[in-house]
């Protein structure tokens, strides 16, 4: 069976995070509210879910260490920030998908069965200005 | 839910879609009764609540303003205003009587009855002395 680590600073909302990846048909690899690389790394993961909104991570910083020491570890992001470009930046530093958190949580599981089968998820929304 | 404490009409303002359905199972306890959830306040329903329950993180606005736009909105309601760090702007919101302020770090147990002191704080209209 797949596996998928949460990383979820919210943690009012791991749980439901846990339930998506349970709905995708992957096991939970580990569940975390602070980013730990060498935990994630150590889990070895088929995939990992970062949310790091609201946090003081660098999403592209955290994606270039996990290419660089983990490239079987396809990272999900998710996020509500929204830019130009973000897309190409996240893809170009090695993430498999990125999900917009206006994604229902039927969205995310598909997305999530997209990309634990292989595939990516580039969501449009994140790209609105 | 009993006679004596019916249950507490809630609603929250969830601006993360994903997370939307977690509310469901975050308010799902004693006393509770969840009616509505929306993603903006202009989305909320007009109608009665016992407490609002806003996601704070994530909006342009302090959260002092969401909540005047959710009392312009829908009257005097209480708020739980629910955030991922306790800073000085969802602190600050701590002078109104009828706002209790919440981490995201908090267990579904101690979010409840955040939701539920908010809740009781109905708010008092006070009348200056000699205006009667």
């Given at each position: 069976?797949?596996?998928?680590?949460?990383?979820?600073?919210?943690?009012?909302?791991?749980?439901?995070?846990?339930?998506?990846?349970?709905?995708?048909?992957?096991?939970?690899?580990?569940?975390?509210?602070?980013?730990?690389?060498?935990?994630?790394?150590?889990?070895?993961?088929?995939?990992?879910?970062?949310?790091?909104?609201?946090?003081?991570?660098?999403?592209?910083?955290?994606?270039?260490?996990?290419?660089?020491?983990?490239?079987?570890?396809?990272?999900?992001?998710?996020?509500s920030?929204?830019?130009?470009?973000?897309?190409?930046?996240?893809?170009?530093?090695?993430?498999?998908?990125?999900?917009?958190k206006?994604?229902?949580?039927?969205?995310?599981?598909?997305?999530?069965?997209?990309?634990?089968?292989?595939?990516?998820?580039?969501?449009?929304?994140?790209?609105?200005? | 839910?009993?006679?004596?404490?019916?249950?507490?009409?809630?609603?929250?303002v969830e601006p993360q879609m994903?997370?939307?359905?977690?509310?469901?199972?975050?308010?799902?306890?004693?006393?509770?009764?969840?009616?509505?959830?929306?993603r903006s306040?202009?989305?909320?329903?007009?109608?009665?609540?016992?407490?609002?329950?806003?996601d704070?993180d994530g909006h342009?606005?302090?959260?002092?303003?969401?909540?005047?736009?959710?009392?312009?909105?829908?009257?005097?309601?209480?708020?739980?205003?629910?955030?991922?760090?306790?800073?000085?702007?969802?602190?600050?919101?701590?002078?109104?009587?009828?706002?209790?302020?919440?981490?995201?770090?908090?267990?579904?147990?101690?979010?409840?009855?955040?939701?539920?002191?908010?809740?009781?704080?109905?708010?008092?209209?006070?009348?200056?002395?000699?205006?009667?």
């Open positions: 069976m797949a596996s998928v680590y949460i990383v979820e600073p919210q943690s009012l909302f791991e749980p439901e995070l846990e339930r998506l990846v349970s709905l995708a048909g992957a096991r939970v690899a580990g569940s975390a509210a602070q980013l730990d690389l060498d935990e994630i790394i150590a889990a070895a993961p088929d995939a990992v879910l970062l949310d790091l909104d609201f946090t003081a991570y660098d999403v592209l910083d955290v994606l270039d260490v996990l290419q660089a020491e983990a490239p079987a570890i396809r990272p999900v992001v998710l996020t920030e929204r830019g130009r470009g973000r897309l190409d930046r996240c893809r170009a530093y090695g993430a498999a998908a990125v999900v917009s206006d994604a229902t949580d039927l969205e995310m599981v598909h997305d999530l069965r997209v990309v634990l089968d292989g595939g990516s998820v580039w969501d449009q929304r994140v790209e609105a200005a | 839910m009993d006679q004596e404490h019916p249950g507490y009409r809630v609603c929250v994903v997370f939307r359905n977690a509310w469901r199972t975050i308010v799902a306890g004693l006393h509770l009764d969840l009616v509505a959830v929306a306040i202009e989305e909320l329903p007009r109608a009665p609540y016992d407490v609002v329950v806003i704070a342009a606005e302090p959260c002092a303003a969401l909540i005047r736009r959710i009392r312009a909105r829908l009257g005097d309601v209480p708020v739980c205003a629910v955030a991922q760090r306790p800073t000085l702007d969802l602190l600050s919101c701590r002078t109104d009587e009828a706002v209790v302020c919440v981490l995201k770090t908090a267990s579904n147990h101690i979010m409840r009855r955040a939701i539920r002191e908010a809740a009781k704080r109905r708010i008092v209209q006070r009348v200056p002395a000699g205006a009667a």
